[in-house]
Structures are given as C-alpha cells and as structure tokens.
C-alpha cells in the first residue's frame, strides 16, 4: 500500500518554539468549525489566523 507523506502547511523552522493560548469554549468550537472546513488541523488553522492579525496590526502601526 503506497502512504503519501503528509502535506506541511508551515514552514519547518515554525516548529521550533510552542506557545500556549487560552481560548473560551466558544472559540475553540468556532476554530474547530474553521479548520474542519479548511481541512486544517487546529493549530494550522491558528498559526493562519495569527499571521493574518499579525499583519493587520503592522499595517495599522504604519498608519498611525
């Protein structure tokens, strides 16, 4: 039976540090909802929605 090695969605060094997070019941369901529908693991999804913020919080850093 060939096995297809499973597909990375970040980049190799990303997985050198862990964080931790705390969440309310009603996010994590809602993540869960996400990630499910992006095919997605719950921390991929994350990793996702932290770069976009990330992002969007330089760029407002640079209007200011």
């Known amino acids: 039976m060939d096995r297809k090695p499973k597909a990375r969605r970040a980049p190799k060094n990303c997985l050198s540090k862990q964080i931790v997070i705390r969440l309310l019941p009603e996010e994590v369901t809602k993540t869960d909802q996400f990630a499910e ?24 850093q640079v209007i200011n």
């Open 37 to 60: 529908a992006e095919i997605r693991s719950r921390a991929s999804f994350i990793r996702i929605i932290f770069l976009r913020g990330l992002r969007a919080y330089e760029h407002e």
